[in-house]
């Protein structure tokens, strides 16, 4: 019979993760801080934990899908957290983004305590996570990787569940990744801004660009998001605001200058503050187009 697994954080990532597991034939324990995505996967199969601590003593494969470092630093260290009550030999699958520092700590803890941590931070956003085709991108033991990663395929493209490295290797790589994300995500909002202000069609802008170099994904996909104007959250804006701030403050203590960085800090920060923290992060196109003095989709 397949492990048990454990999943904490059923939101609008790791609610369809934990399907993809119950999917894949795995006995899961879940437990969340909203009732109602337990409800759907206990109606699916799923073991109801009311607390992390109760999730631990029922699996030891253990996802966690967490808003920012210090929610899977209660999660595994709280009163009633999974290092509470954690069995020897158990993975945890860290699926968070959250700081590399606080990553290689809490693997030390759960060391001390006959657990290994995994951080394992995803790219693909809500339609990966539905379509159980996420790159991961892994920090932590060789042998701990290769014991779960049977797991980790039936939420992830096996072709891109990577080991990097050692603990926090994973963190820095998913920083990497929203470093370029948020570059080139700033270049085609800017291109768009320009071809509406030139009264030049976006839409055919778009097609023609993807057929050269400047083709990318973000183009392929926020570009539509972009000019349909559709930013209903695949990834809320004021989570990839706190992602640029844990690549801020990554970039500092490795003091690599990152100007471009830093602007695109700017306009994440701009957008959640001008109260649009809910929308899909492909809204930062919205402040570059308010900068401009355009209203609305560049097609």
Avoid: W
């Avoid at 999660?75 to 606080?102: N, R, Y």
């Avoid at 006959?114 to 995803?122: K, N, S």
């Avoid at 990318?216 to 926020?222: E, I, K």
């Amino acid at each position: 019979m397949p492990d048990t697994i454990g999943f904490i954080g059923l939101g609008l990532m790791g609610k369809p993760m934990a399907k993809n597991l119950i999917k894949a034939g795995y006995p899961l324990v879940v437990h969340s801080r909203s009732a109602g995505p337990v409800d759907e996967l206990v109606a699916l199969g799923a073991t109801r934990a009311g607390s992390p601590a109760e999730v631990a003593r029922q699996a030891r494969r253990i996802f966690m899908m967490l808003p920012d470092s210090p929610d899977v630093e209660l999660v595994l260290e709280g009163p009633h957290g999974i290092l509470s009550a954690v069995q020897p030999g158990t993975i945890l699958i860290d699926s968070s983004s959250i700081s590399p520092a606080v990553t290689v700590r809490l693997a030390a803890a759960a060391r001390a305590r006959q657990a290994t941590l995994l951080d394992a931070p995803v790219s693909g956003g809500e339609i990966g996570a539905v379509a159980g085709t996420l790159s991961i991108m892994v920090g932590g033991d060789a042998q701990a990787f290769a014991d779960v990663r049977p797991i980790l395929e039936a939420v992830g493209n096996p072709e891109r569940i990577i080991r990097i490295g050692e603990s926090g290797a994973g963190q820095i790589c998913k920083v990497c990744n929203q470093i370029v994300i948020g570059g080139t995500l700033a270049a085609v909002s800017e291109a768009f801004a320009l071809a509406r202000k030139a009264g030049v069609d976006g839409a055919k802008v778009r097609d023609a660009l993807l057929g050269g170099f400047a083709a990318s994904r973000v183009l392929d996909v926020h570009g539509e998001r972009i000019l349909k104007e559709n930013y209903t959250p695949g990834f809320r804006s004021q989570l990839y605001a706190k992602d640029y701030r844990v690549a801020s403050e990554t970039l500092g203590a490795h003091q690599v200058p990152a100007p471009i960085a830093a602007a695109v800090h700017q306009l994440v920060t701009a957008l959640v503050a001008s109260g649009r923290g809910e929308m899909d992060y492909s809204a930062l196109a919205t402040v570059i187009f308010e900068m401009a003095g355009i209203a609305g989709s560049p097609a």
